[in-house]
C-alpha cells in the first residue's frame, strides 16, 4: 500500500488539519528524512500552501486547528503547534497553544524548523557566500574534507543533497557524503 493510500485510510479521505475533502496529497512534515506514513500527513492544497507560504496565511482558515491539534498522530500535531506558533500574535492561537501537548520527541520536531521563535532567536545557517540554507537543500563542496572517523575524504565539487541543519550551531549543517552522514561545517559549502 502506497503512503498517500494509507494516509487516505488513517484520515478517511480528508485533509487532516481542516477536515476538507477536495485536493488532497500527501505532505511531508520537514525536517524528517524519511517521510513515510509517521513523517506525513494527507492535507488539501489550501493548508499546503499557507503552510508552505506564510505571507498566504489566512488566520481564521486555521480555527480548523482547535480539533486538529487533539489528533493521536505526531505528524499532525506537529503542524498543528507550529501554525499555532506562527499565528499566535492573532490571539487566540495562544490559548491553543496553551492546551497542546507534544510528547518531548514530537516538541522538538515541532520546533527544528524555528517556527514560533522571533525573527531574532532564529539561528540562520549561511553557506560560503552568505546564502541561506534551509533543510532539504542541496550544497556543494568547495574544498576536499577529510571525513572524521574514516580514511574516506569528500573531495571538492561533491554534492551533498537533503541537508538538514544543526538547530543550535549555525555553522553546522548534516548531510550524506557516499554512504556516510558526516557534520560539515557552513563555510565548506556552496548550496546549488
Known amino acids: 500500500m502506497?503512503?498517500?493510500?494509507?494516509?487516505?485510510?488513517?484520515?478517511?479521505n480528508t485533509c487532516e488539519l481542516c477536515g476538507a475533502t477536495n485536493e488532497l496529497n500527501v505532505y511531508e512534515v520537514?525536517?524528517?528524512?524519511t517521510g513515510g506514513i509517521d513523517g506525513s500527513i494527507l492535507a488539501c492544497a489550501t493548508c499546503t500552501g499557507q503552510?508552505?507560504?506564510?505571507?498566504?496565511?489566512?488566520?481564521?482558515?486555521?480555527?480548523?486547528?482547535?480539533?486538529?491539534?487533539?489528533?493521536?498522530?505526531?505528524?499532525?500535531k506537529v503542524v498543528a503547534w507550529r501554525m499555532l506558533s506562527r499565528l499566535k500574535s492573532e490571539g487566540w492561537p495562544k490559548?491553543?497553544?496553551?492546551m497542546i501537548y507534544l510528547e518531548p520527541e514530537a516538541l522538538n520536531w515541532a520546533k527544528a524548523t524555528g517556527e514560533g521563535l522571533a525573527e531574532s532567536e532564529?539561528?540562520?545557517?549561511?553557506?560560503?557566500n552568505g546564502v541561506i540554507l534551509e533543510n532539504g537543500d542541496s550544497?556543494?563542496?568547495?574544498?576536499?574534507?577529510?571525513?572524521?572517523?574514516?580514511?574516506?575524504?569528500?573531495?571538492?565539487?561533491?554534492?551533498v543533497r537533503r541537508i538538514s541543519l544543526d538547530r543550535e550551531n549555525a555553522e553546522y549543517?548534516?548531510?550524506?557524503?557516499?554512504?556516510?552522514m558526516t557534520v560539515i561545517i557552513t563555510k565548506y559549502v556552496k548550496k546549488i
Open 2 to 12: 502506497s503512503v498517500l493510500e494509507e494516509l487516505t485510510n488513517r484520515s478517511g
Open 30 to 33: 520537514p525536517p524528517v528524512s
Open 51 to 76: 503552510i508552505e507560504n506564510p505571507e498566504t496565511t489566512d488566520a481564521n482558515h486555521w480555527r480548523c486547528l482547535n480539533d486538529s491539534m487533539w489528533s493521536e498522530y505526531d505528524a499532525v
Open 95 to 98: 490559548d491553543l497553544l496553551d
Open 122 to 128: 532564529k539561528i540562520i545557517h549561511r553557506d560560503v
Open 139 to 159: 550544497v556543494v563542496l568547495i574544498k576536499d574534507l577529510k571525513i572524521k572517523g574514516s580514511s574516506q575524504v569528500a573531495k571538492q565539487g561533491t554534492a
Open 173 to 180: 549543517i548534516e548531510g550524506k557524503v557516499g554512504p556516510t
